[in-house]
C-alpha cells in the first residue's frame, strides 16, 4: 500500500480504489436507467423509489453512494458496459444477485426494454456471474410485475 493510500486508510478516509457495496448497488441501478442514453426524471424517481426499500440506504443515505456512482460512471464517460465491469467488486454473491434483481427492475419499470438494455443486462450478468436459471427466475418474476 502506497503512503496515501495507508494514510487514508488510518484516518478513514475513502481512496478512490475504494468502493463501497452501497455505491456498486446505486451504480447498477444508474447505469441500467442511463443504457438507452438519457436518464429522465421518472427513472431517477423509480431509483430513488427502490432505494428507499433497500435496508443499505436506510434512514435516506442514498446520495452520497448515489454521486459516488456517479463519479464512477463519468470515469467510463458514459460507456455502461465498461462501467458495470466495476460491480465485480461487489462484495458477495448475494448482493451481485441483488444488483441484478435491481437492474432488471429498473429495465422493466421503464415500460419497454430495448436492445441497449438487454446487452447490458446480458453483460452485468456475466460481470457478477449470475447463473442462467437464477437470471431467468429474476427475469419471468418481474415481467410479471409489469405486464398489463
Do not use: R
Not at 97 to 117: C, H, P, R
Amino acid at each position: 500500500m502506497g503512503i496515501l493510500a495507508d494514510t487514508a486508510a488510518q484516518s478513514g478516509l475513502e481512496t478512490s480504489k475504494q468502493m463501497t457495496d452501497d455505491t456498486l448497488l446505486a451504480l447498477a441501478m444508474g447505469c441500467m436507467a442511463f443504457a438507452d442514453g438519457a436518464m429522465d426524471q421518472g427513472e431517477v424517481a423509480s431509483i430513488e423509489a427502490f432505494a428507499s426499500t433497500l435496508p443499505e440506504f436506510a434512514n435516506g443515505c442514498f446520495a452520497k453512494p448515489w454521486n459516488e456512482s456517479g463519479k464512477i460512471f463519468n470515469k467510463y464517460e458514459g460507456n455502461m458496459k465498461e462501467a458495470v465491469q466495476e460491480l465485480k467488486h461487489l462484495s458477495s454473491p448475494q448482493l451481485k444477485k441483488k444488483a441484478f434483481i435491481l437492474a432488471v427492475d429498473i429495465a422493466l419499470a421503464s415500460g419497454d426494454v430495448d436492445k441497449a438494455e438487454d446487452e447490458l443486462l446480458d453483460t452485468m450478468k456475466m460481470v457478477m456471474e449470475i447463473d442462467d436459471i437464477f437470471a431467468k427466475q429474476v427475469t419471468t418474476v418481474l415481467a410479471a410485475k409489469y405486464c398489463q
